[in-house]
């Protein structure tokens, strides 16, 4: 399709430094709008099917999800947690 002097073509035509850009600019757009529409519509969590290996020394009365979750290491710095949403 030739529209007002615009050339078509396939990405894969590109040179392979620029198909490798272009790839990474659409997966990050394709990720960033998956986020967006999980944030929005987050996916339902059945807490009976999750089980939690807990470290030494903390019990399921003790555990905290801020403190003991380690899954982004982000916790308690005042950054706040990608994963959990805390603060």
């Known amino acids: ?14 040179p392979k430094p620029e198909q490798d850009r272009l790839r990474k600019a659409l997966q990050h757009d394709l990720v960033e709008a998956m986020v967006r529409e999980i944030k929005r519509n987050p996916p339902q969590v059945d ?11 903390v019990t399921a009365e003790s555990f905290d999800v801020a403190a003991d979750c380690g899954t982004c290491g982000t916790c308690g710095t005042g950054g706040g947690c990608g994963t959990c949403g805390t603060s």
């Open 1 to 14: 399709m030739n529209i007002d002097g615009f050339e078509d073509f396939k990405a894969s035509q590109l």
């Open 47 to 57: 807490l009976s099917e999750i089980d939690l290996v807990l470290p030494p020394g």
